[in-house]
């Protein structure tokens, strides 16, 4: 019989970030399983990036909802938002040519 692999509970955490109240960028909801797979839909329906990165939601699923993300996170959690920023000003350009 070949070799299954054993599949991963996919893990699911999603961040809030208002730079106007928000010390840092905090944990707005978690989940796994069937949990993170509503808010990965949620996330799609509503036009928000996804960044999957398996190690780092394990390691955000570990924070309370309303938590802030600690310093040691700030580096790849600001790399991942730069990457969201960038999305949002690639897709309001195609909405302008495509007008």
Do not use: W
């Not at 010390?23 to 993170?36: D, E, H, Y």
């Not at 329906?45 to 960044?51: A, L």
Request: no cysteine; hydrophobic share 40%; aromatic share 4%.
């Amino acid at each position: 019989m070949p070799d299954e692999k054993k599949q991963k509970v996919k893990t699911a955490v999603a961040l809030g970030y208002d730079p106007n109240e928000d010390g840092a960028p905090k944990v707005i909801a978690s989940g796994r399983g069937a949990l993170a797979e509503k808010i990965i839909e949620q996330a799609k329906e509503n036009k928000i990036p996804v960044h999957e990165d398996d190690k780092l939601a394990n390691t955000l699923s570990k924070l309370e909802i309303g938590e802030m993300i600690p310093p040691e996170l700030y580096e790849v959690v600001a790399e991942i938002l730069v990457f969201v920023d960038a999305m949002d000003k690639i897709k309001a350009k195609d909405k302008t040519f495509k007008k």
